[in-house]
């Protein structure tokens, strides 16, 4: 699976839109982004995926590059609740066993 | 909505002991998988099971640690003599059969097994 590279931190007022970003540039044509969250110690969150479409669901919004090679996790409306730590995971789907390689992750402090 | 559950919650045990957590994965799920976490650390694949056998495991997996399905419902990994250094957040998750979406891996909430 394709190694991704994200900040160690961020900031973001509340009420603004968190954009996180993610390199994933020796991406595959098989590899989709996935992303995570963990708030504290409990247990990773899933939040969004995509291949390279832009996606969009309740929690948040996937912009994928056209080349692939990069991605940002858009938090429209951050909140003190999103704070955690975020993780973009590039993985092959269609192997079912293959596990979730998680980095470091960028941790997101929301602030008042 | 449908989650992963875990018990117990925390877990403290002496330096050699056998250790069992337990999982009660989605109930449509099929692949089933552990993790941990080991404080301050980067959350690591432990093991991933389908079909009542081992699909994959990583380093960490040695002969110390076995899991197992023992009913239809639960899905438990064991540490057989634990040591200090098992100390850590032991995430269990699953996800569904096929397809994109069903691929999608679900945590549970966790149990911290502190050894002493």
């Known amino acids: 699976d394709a190694k991704t590279t994200q900040p160690p931190s961020m900031d973001c007022a509340e009420g603004r839109a968190a954009n996180l970003p993610c390199n994933h540039s020796?991406?595959?044509?098989?590899?989709?982004v996935y992303w995570y969250r963990q708030i504290h110690s409990q247990g990773p969150q899933y939040i969004i995926h995509?291949?390279?479409n832009n996606e969009t669901n309740e929690m948040a919004s996937l912009i994928i590059t056209e080349d692939r090679k990069s991605s940002t996790l858009i938090l429209p409306h951050a909140t003190l609740r999103d704070t955690a730590v975020y993780y973009c995971?590039?993985?092959?789907?269609?192997?079912?066993?293959?596990?979730?390689?998680f980095g470091a992750g960028t941790r997101l402090t929301v602030k008042p | 909505e449908p989650e992963v559950t875990q018990t117990p919650s925390h877990q403290v045990t002496q330096m050699g002991q056998e250790v069992i957590l337990r999982c009660v994965p989605i109930s449509n799920h099929l692949y089933f998988y552990w993790y941990r976490q080991i404080l301050g650390q980067k959350v690591e694949f432990l093991v991933s099971f389908y079909n009542n056998e081992i699909s994959e495991k990583s380093e960490i997996f040695d002969d110390q640690f076995s899991v197992e399905r023992p009913d239809g419902s639960n899905f438990t990994l064991k540490i057989r003599s634990t040591k200090l250094e098992d100390s850590a957040m032991y995430f269990c998750a699953s996800s569904a059969l096929s397809g994109i979406v069903q691929e999608t891996q679900y945590f549970g909430p966790g149990t911290r097994l502190l050894v002493l």
């Open positions: 995971i590039v993985r092959v789907v269609g192997r079912n066993n293959n596990d979730m390689r």
């Open positions: 995509g291949l390279k």
């Open positions: 020796t991406i595959s044509g098989n590899e989709y």
